[in-house]
Structure formats: C-alpha cells, structure tokens
C-alpha cells in the first residue's frame, strides 16, 4: 500500500529508467487474491506488501523470477 499511495514516487524512477513497466495493485488497501491475479501475467519481479500469495496468483504468474517483501520476520 505505501507504494501505491504515489506511483511516481522518486524512489521507483530508478526502475522506470531501467525499463522496466511499473504495474501498480488497487491504492490504500490490500488487493485480493483475484485482483493479484489479474496483474501478474507477464510480471518479472513483484515488490511485494503484507498481502497472501496464493497458489492461484502464482500460477498466473507465467514470467515471475522474483518476489521481494519489504519489512523482516515470518508467519508462524
């Protein structure tokens, strides 16, 4: 969600420059499972918040190679 809050937030542009598309999830709350399905077709990298990842999304998931969550810990 803090990403979504500014989609041109200076720090994103280093990506942008990179070439890389910047796909953005719905602002200010956690998106559902259907909706992160919808956007991963064709995504190589997700930065992702404190949503679940599912099965499902993953399988949509067709160029993922990598997912990065910030913040630390684990579920338990």
């Not at 919808?38 to 190679?65: K, N, Q």
């Amino acid at each position: 969600r803090s990403l979504t809050a500014d989609p041109a937030a200076p720090e994103l542009e280093a990506l942008r420059r990179a070439g890389h598309e910047l796909v953005f999830g719905p602002a200010g709350r956690v998106p559902t499972e259907a909706e992160l399905a919808a956007l991963v077709p064709g995504c190589a990298g997700w930065l992702a918040g404190t949503e679940r990842i599912g099965a499902a999304t993953l399988a949509r998931a067709d160029r993922l190679r990598a997912i990065c969550r910030n913040g630390t810990g684990t579920d338990g």
